[in-house]
């Protein structure tokens, strides 16, 4: 078995013919891996895990980088918890930490990635943070910073209350021009219904006005669909959704989005009042079908140059019928990409295996490059074109690490290691927008036990000042 670097490099030579996709009817493709090199990533929090269903985690506003992440007290125990903020000043490097969580968002002594905050930036420059526990209480909490653009300085928490039955979690924070500056909140758990959810404010995030549940399940079971979310800042929000957790449903994939008050399918058709929301998952435009031997979950969407959604996702393979804990053994990633006329949508990497038994669908995870279809950045723990195991020649381990993807025709794709025969895995990476500015990659790199136990710090490739 060929250790990370070796692998890489004896494949950069040869291109590789692979089986199939069943859901485009193609015949086999050719892909090609390459070797490559990237500048070593720089430490950036030295605590710090998120999920993947709060955006933005990170975002560029002027010269600064800011990111959300919450610490598990590894080093400190009394950042154990913390919500936070990590502003990185990109002409220097220097970097700032502020603990955005006043009050509790766990139980004593406890954390949980899926706290983590989102941002947005208003009218008036400054910068808004909002997060919750994860369905700990009926609280989104939030901050604005004191100065327009600074992550240094942040003003006093606030708390809306949706309703007191709610039990919240996942911030996703989006502000529309044409809407006269309205700020969205997309979340989940409005009345304790456990599902995508929305609020929204007209005073630039100051105050808060619940609004419906986006996406119902009519199931006697309390399902929940998982959304990604994205923006053009203008006037729309792209969701791509699931119609619940791949431990409990079979998922496909699809996509609606929101425009003047409206959710549409994917063609324009209105579907109805954003008051109102999707009756059931299936009223959206399907991407992907999904089966007991290929269930989906949602991982990022992004909008290219004329603002066509595309987007990421992973598929775990052949586990139909074994018990949580027993599947996961190998996943895939698939991008799609809408047209202006149908869904183009294809298998293009390896993702390896769980990352820890009893959530068998969680992967090392893909990030798109907003505005560009044709890069992914993914965390695998198998080569990404031949699904070879990748084991350390630094430990002889096994480890995620992170690769870029890029592609000419959508088909094609070549392969570059940013990072090889590491000694901890790296994963959930995140790309921000970045106008004018190389691509930021940002992941969590350490130890990743679940989603309340870790050992992880916040790391990136950084332009080159």
Not at 147 to 159: I, K, L, V
Not at 251 to 257: A, E, I
């Amino acid at each position: 078995m060929l250790g990370a670097g070796a692998a890489t490099a004896a494949l950069a030579a040869q291109e590789v013919r692979r089986p199939p996709d069943p859901h485009r009817g193609r015949p086999p493709r050719l892909v090609e891996t390459r070797a490559g090199s990237a500048t070593a990533p720089v430490a950036l929090n030295d605590d710090g895990g998120w999920c993947w269903f709060q955006d933005e985690r990170a975002i560029v506003v002027g010269d600064w980088l800011v990111l959300g992440s919450v610490a598990s007290g590894r080093s400190d125990p009394a950042r154990r918890g913390a919500v936070e903020a990590t502003g990185v000043d990109l002409r220097t490097g220097a970097t700032t930490r502020f603990r955005l969580s006043a009050t509790p968002v766990a139980g004593a002594g406890t954390y949980d990635d899926h706290d983590a905050p989102a941002f947005a930036v208003r009218g008036d420059g400054r910068l808004l943070a909002a997060w919750a526990g994860h369905g700990f209480d009926d609280r989104i909490l939030s901050r604005v910073s004191s100065r327009p653009g600074d992550p240094s300085a942040w003003g006093d928490e606030r708390a809306f209350v949706p309703s007191a039955a709610s039990r919240v979690t996942y911030s996703n924070l989006f502000r529309l021009s044409a809407e006269h500056g309205r700020l969205y909140d997309f979340f989940r758990g409005l009345d304790d219904r456990f599902k995508p959810s929305v609020a929204w404010s007209d005073d630039e995030g100051e105050t808060w006005t619940a609004g419906g549940v986006v996406i119902d399940v009519p199931a006697a079971v309390r399902h929940r669909p998982y959304v990604k979310y994205a923006s053009d800042g203008r006037d729309t929000v792209q969701l791509v959704y699931t119609e619940g957790h791949p431990r409990d449903i079979d998922n496909s994939l699809y996509h609606v989005f929101y425009r003047q008050g409206r959710l549409h399918r994917s063609d324009g058709t209105p579907i109805r009042s954003l008051a109102e929301g999707l009756r059931e998952p299936s009223e959206g435009t399907r991407i992907f079908q999904g089966d007991a031997a290929n269930v989906a979950w949602a991982a990022d969407v992004a909008l290219d140059a004329d603002g066509r959604p595309y987007a990421a996702y992973s598929v775990q393979k052949g586990s139909g019928g074994l018990a949580p804990g027993q599947g996961g053994a190998d996943h895939r990633y698939r991008l799609a990409r809408w047209t202006g006329a149908a869904w183009r949508d294809g298998e293009i990497a390896h993702a390896g295996t769980r990352l820890y038994a009893g959530e068998d669908d969680y992967t090392g995870g893909i990030a798109l490059v907003p505005g560009d279809p044709w890069t992914v950045v993914v965390s695998t723990n198998a080569d990404p074109q031949a699904g070879t195991p990748l084991v350390s020649a630094a430990d002889g381990r096994r480890h995620w690490e992170i690769f870029r993807g890029t592609t000419r025709d959508g088909i094609m794709w070549s392969w570059e290691a940013l990072t090889r025969d590491s000694t901890v895995d790296n994963i959930r990476p995140v790309v921000p927008a970045a106008r004018d500015r190389a691509p930021i990659v940002l992941w969590a790199r350490g130890a990743y036990r679940s989603y309340t136990d870790y050992d992880l710090e916040i790391v990136g490739l950084l332009p080159a000042r």
